[in-house]
């Protein structure tokens, strides 16, 4: 039955509402990002009267910022691949192959989700100093590495176990091994799932906040959440200008990989939590 012109006119003003919601913060953002600090305590929710790229420059030129973000991309980026390799041969092993303790694994992979990081920090702490990991990037790119292999197994094994595996099977008939099968065969066809593994570790390595503000000891190790919330000015007040062109700055990396991989992202999530 076709729903009355009335009813979706309404329907899309209400979408229209609740989008400009949802995007007001980020407008916000943008718009504070070219105007001084004191325009802003004056009036806050404003329009930048002289636009200006100051508190860009000020932000890169008088702080840690460019270094900062170096750490985070640092951290991401090993983070992801990491991620990727182990659980991309870890989802095909539980997919493909029986053994002792599947189920059991399987079950556990599941239930780690459900305890909170912070419940994990003192032990953490106490394992990364004994191997002076602390105040040092891989110890956290080895922490986001273990947080994300969980979920991601058992994204990636289900999504492997949508593909037949008459296929590989028939490509080790031609001679190829299962190693060569899964990476030219395999693999490419998981690329949804792959993709949307990668997302989800970029995320969280990016974002996260309490782990790195507790490990890093030093501003030029911190990463940019870390970094954005001490970056006061004098006298202990909020220099909201160069904050939220800095905050813009941090967000954009998020933004413009979700917006590049969410056709793969939601097709990856969906059909490997159903399998």
Do not use: H
């Amino acid at each position: 039955m076709k729903p009355k012109k009335s009813v979706v006119i309404i329907m899309n003003i209400l979408a229209i509402m609740i989008v400009f919601l949802i995007l007001s913060p980020l407008l916000m953002l943008v718009l504070n990002s070219f105007r001084q600090t004191t325009d802003i305590y004056e009036n806050p929710l404003g329009f930048p009267e002289k636009p200006s790229l100051s508190n860009y420059s000020e932000i890169v030129r008088s702080t840690t910022f460019g270094r900062n973000f170096l750490n985070s991309i640092l951290v991401t980026t090993v983070t992801v691949s990491l991620c990727i390799i182990v659980t991309t041969l870890a989802g095909y092993a539980m997919s493909r192959f029986n053994f002792k303790g599947k189920n059991l694994l399987i079950l556990w992979l599941l239930a780690s989700q459900a305890f909170p990081g912070i419940l994990m920090i003192v032990g953490m702490f106490s394992l990364l100093n004994r191997y002076s990991l602390q105040n040092n990037p891989l110890g956290l790119i080895i922490l986001y590495t273990t947080f994300t292999i969980p979920f991601c197994s058992w994204l990636l094994k289900g999504y492997f176990d949508g593909i037949p595996e008459a296929l590989e099977e028939a490509a080790m008939i031609d001679g190829c091994t299962r190693f060569k099968a899964m990476r030219v065969i395999i693999v490419p066809m998981a690329v949804p799932g792959i993709v949307a593994v990668g997302t989800f570790a970029f995320l969280l390595s990016w974002n996260e906040f309490f782990f790195a503000l507790v490990i890093m000891r030093d501003n030029a190790n911190y990463t940019l959440p870390v970094f954005l919330s001490r970056f006061l000015g004098t006298g202990g007040a909020v220099e909201w200008g160069p904050l939220s062109a800095g905050a813009l700055l941090t967000a954009l990396p998020p933004i413009l990989i979700f917006l590049f991989a969410q056709k793969f992202l939601i097709g990856g999530l969906t059909k490997g939590a159903l399998k």
